[in-house]
């Protein structure tokens, strides 16, 4: 873990991707850079800025982006905490400015449920066969999204009724897997016909889950690595970001096309889903 954090602080101490000074950090003085280095050293801001601009566009959807590539180059304990604070950050800057037009009553709806979810997701369902869960989840997500994209603009406004299993799916799946969001979004979807309260909402929504799983990961012992600080440090401008260039691109998008591309990223959430089974 100290070793990633010096890697990328190296990089952005040193011209940000000037690898002749990280070498002798990444290698604790060898002067030699591996391929792997090299690999976090590109790969992951890439991947970081990628992701908070799908996110900046839509209010959601950085995590099923960042966590399903950055396991395969880090360690899961490391990445789950690292993208839930740079969700956080992420949230909380676009939620300060499109806090107005976020629908409170729907937010105070999902709470509730919300915590009932991240209960069972580090209690009872810790016994339950992970795959199978996110097998079911990412088939009905990728379902939706699909008709999301397909259906004619007229359609019934869906109940609230719905909120209970939206917060509580929610709320479990993220405390187990890092990727809450899409249940939060298809219910937000189908409540709110106005897209930019849409992604108001559910960027507030996503501050209000993040923030609980990082006091859970905190009560967890999963923050207490220097090096997740000092990585989260160098990654969050890149984050910031990739925010802002999707926030710009939003205010320039009509509706049925931001509409397009939630049902996209949720079509993306659930197909990440599906192949964590595989």
Do not use: K
Not at 6 to 22: C, Q, Y
Request: charged share 10%; net charge positive; aromatic share 6%.
């Amino acid at each position: 873990m100290r070793r990633i954090g010096r890697l990328i602080v190296a990089a952005t101490a040193f011209d940000a991707l000037n690898v002749g000074p990280a070498c002798g950090i990444v290698s604790d003085g060898g002067g030699v850079t591996t391929s792997h280095d090299v690999l976090l050293l590109v790969l992951v801001p890439l991947v970081v800025f990628a992701a908070y601009l799908v996110f900046g566009i839509t209010g959601f959807g950085a995590s099923p982006i960042t966590i399903p590539v950055l396991v395969h180059l880090l360690p899961l304990a490391f990445v789950l905490p690292l993208a839930a604070l740079l969700d956080l950050g992420s949230a909380l800057a676009l939620g300060f400015h499109t806090r107005r037009q976020a629908d409170t009553r729907e937010l105070v709806t999902l709470v509730p449920f919300t915590l009932i979810g991240l209960t069972l997701g580090v209690t009872l369902l810790l016994r339950l066969p992970r795959d199978a869960t996110l097998l079911a989840l990412g088939l009905f997500v990728c379902a939706y999204a699909v008709n999301l994209i397909v259906r004619r603009e007229t359609r019934r406004r869906l109940s609230r009724l719905w909120a209970a299993p939206a917060g509580i799916v929610g709320g479990l799946i993220g405390a187990l897997f890092g990727m809450g969001g899409p249940p939060y979004v298809m219910y937000l979807a189908g409540r709110i016909p106005d897209a930019h309260a849409q992604r108001a909402t559910i960027s507030q929504m996503v501050i209000l889950n993040v923030g609980l799983r990082v006091v859970a990961f905190a009560l967890a012992g999963l923050l207490a690595s220097t090096a997740l600080w000092l990585t989260v440090a160098a990654l969050m401008p890149v984050a910031w970001a990739g925010v802002w260039t999707g926030h710009r691109a939003h205010l320039r998008l009509a509706p049925a096309t931001a509409a397009r591309i939630i049902a996209a990223a949720l079509f993306a959430a659930g197909t990440t889903l599906i192949a964590r089974t595989l």
